[in-house]
């Protein structure tokens, strides 16, 4: 087990006598307990986050679902690293030592506009050292998948804002974490694209088994996307709610929308927002 200076402890299998791994945590991917965070504000505290127990499935795509100002842009910042909770735990359950816990894909476009296409998707394995094979592999699979190839020399400056987040997509599913973090991805973008880079998502997703937190304000987003939706709500942030969509997957928003089962379970999400009136897709 290895703790580090944000509180966030990894811990990677173990074996027995025999040499067989431990079946404890095995299809854990993430554990919280108790978790809270407190701000310093003037000469009091402001306390943002209280008492959120989570376990999170190897593989399982997660909705964080609330409006601006609860506090989930706060607990997936504490999930990234780039936040240290001051109440609970947070545990890593790993298969890889050199494997980083999580990466980021945020809201505001983060790639480096002076490195090119390959480059900014290579650039977190470059960090680790990883060797010129690993990196070419990596980094050209995971730009095909996002349909950048024929882009791959370009700069941040020639792209569109939707390339530019697929460019993000890749480089931290190239990054091969325990945890991939989604912060609104999607909300600066017009509707044909933020359609568009859900359905390579949720492809990616599903090719890779990789664990999903997505943070989104959108009701809808959450229902297409997600295995296990979070109901939050908040200051402090806490969990209200959590719901399972239970729909097949490929899904059709356009042909769910008409059902019974989603009108209610849109109600319920509404419910534990604390919203009442008729249906809107997003939540301010």
């Given at each position: 087990m290895k703790s580090s200076a944000t509180g966030i402890e990894r811990i990677f299998p173990h074996t027995d006598a025999t040499g067989q791994k431990q079946p404890e945590h095995a299809?854990?991917?993430?554990?919280l307990r108790?978790?809270?965070k407190k701000f310093l504000?003037?000469?009091?505290?402001?306390?943002?986050?209280?008492s959120i127990d989570l376990d999170v499935a190897v593989g399982e795509f997660v909705c964080v679902l609330g409006a601006s100002g609860c506090g989930k842009t706060t607990?997936?910042?504490i999930l990234g690293g780039l936040e240290k909770h001051t109440e609970g735990s947070l545990r890593f359950y790993q298969e890889k030592s050199g494997q980083p816990p999580t990466s980021i894909v945020f809201q505001e476009v983060s790639i480096f506009p002076w490195l090119?296409?390959?480059d900014n998707v290579a650039f977190g394995l470059r960090a680790r050292h990883a060797s010129k094979a690993l990196i070419k592999e990596r980094v050209s699979f995971y730009i095909e998948k996002v349909g950048l190839t024929p882009f791959r020399d370009h700069y941040p400056h020639q792209l569109s804002g939707g390339m530019k987040q697929r460019v993000s997509i890749a480089r931290a599913f190239a990054n091969d974490p325990e945890v991939l973090l989604l912060d609104e991805p999607f909300s600066a973008l017009d509707e044909r694209n933020k359609a568009t880079l859900q359905d390579e998502l949720l492809r990616i997703w599903e090719e890779t088994g990789k664990t999903i937190v997505f943070?989104?304000?959108?009701i809808d987003e959450?229902?297409?996307?997600?295995?296990?939706?979070?109901v939050f709500a908040g200051p402090p942030g806490h969990i209200t709610q959590i719901h399972r969509p239970?729909?097949?997957r490929p899904r059709n928003l356009t042909a769910l929308r008409a059902t019974p089962e989603y009108k209610r379970l849109v109600g319920a999400i509404l419910e534990g927002l604390g919203i009442s009136g008729e249906p809107s897709d997003a939540i301010e």
């Open positions: 299809r854990i991917s993430m554990e108790g978790l809270g504000v003037g000469a009091g505290e402001f306390q943002a986050l209280k607990l997936l910042r090119s296409v390959w943070v989104t304000h959108s959450a229902i297409y996307l997600a295995d296990r939706i979070l239970d729909f097949v």
